[in-house]
């Protein structure tokens, strides 16, 4: 069976901005990526999202914001400029820096993301501070 994306051109037209046409060509090839990511992220927590999505309206929305989310970071992120999270530039007494959202270039899902859709998993450890032999 195969899965449908998330969220759609239109989503990010009317959530986020109008995209140029190279930007909705580049969208239309990240939404499926960015879908199956999050698909995988729901699998690593023993999740399925497509249910969840399909049986909660509400969350259906969610997933969708947070792909749109993730599409636009990408399309954000100047493809010259991935290996830095920072950089600046300088001509004369005029100086410009610049943060890139998503500096290394992978796409991926952010921690906020992952609380927003609920994948986030909690660790419970324990780390034993004696070894009861009273030694």
Same mark, same amino acid.
């Not at 969840?52 to 969350?59: G, I, R």
């Not at 970071?73 to 830095?84: F, I, S, V």
């Not at 290394?104 to 034993?128: E, H, T, V, Y």
């Given at each position: 069976?195969?899965?449908?994306?998330?969220?759609?051109?239109?989503?990010?037209?009317?959530?986020?901005? #109008? /995209?140029? +046409?190279?930007?909705?060509?580049? =969208?239309?090839?990240?939404?499926? %990526?960015?879908? &199956?990511?999050?698909?995988? @992220?729901?699998?690593?927590?023993?999740?399925?999202?497509? #249910? /969840?999505? +399909?049986?909660?309206?509400?969350? =259906?929305?969610?997933?969708?914001? %947070?792909?749109? &989310?993730?599409?636009?970071? @990408?399309?954000?992120?100047?493809?010259?400029?991935?290996? #830095?999270?920072?950089?600046?530039?300088?001509?004369?007494?005029?100086?410009?820096?610049?943060?890139?959202?998503?500096?290394?270039?992978?796409?991926?899902?952010?921690?906020?993301?992952?609380?927003?859709?609920?994948?986030?998993?909690?660790?419970?450890?324990?780390?034993?501070?004696?070894?009861?032999?009273?030694?």
């Amino acid at each position: 069976m195969a899965s449908s994306d998330f969220a759609t051109v239109d989503d990010i037209i009317h959530l986020k901005r #109008a /995209l140029t +046409a190279s930007e909705q060509g580049r =969208a239309e090839y990240l939404l499926p %990526v960015v879908s &199956d990511t999050i698909r995988f @992220e729901a699998q690593k927590v023993g999740k399925d999202a497509d #249910a /969840l999505v +399909a049986d909660d309206p509400v969350f =259906a929305n969610v997933v969708k914001a %947070v792909t749109v &989310d993730v599409v636009m970071r @990408e399309l954000n992120t100047p493809g010259t400029q991935l290996p #830095a999270t920072q950089y600046a530039e300088s001509a004369g007494s005029v100086s410009l820096s610049y943060s890139l959202p998503n500096g290394s270039g992978r796409i991926a899902l952010w921690p906020s993301d992952l609380k927003s859709l609920g994948f986030r998993r909690q660790q419970i450890g324990s780390l034993p501070l004696w070894n009861g032999g009273g030694h």
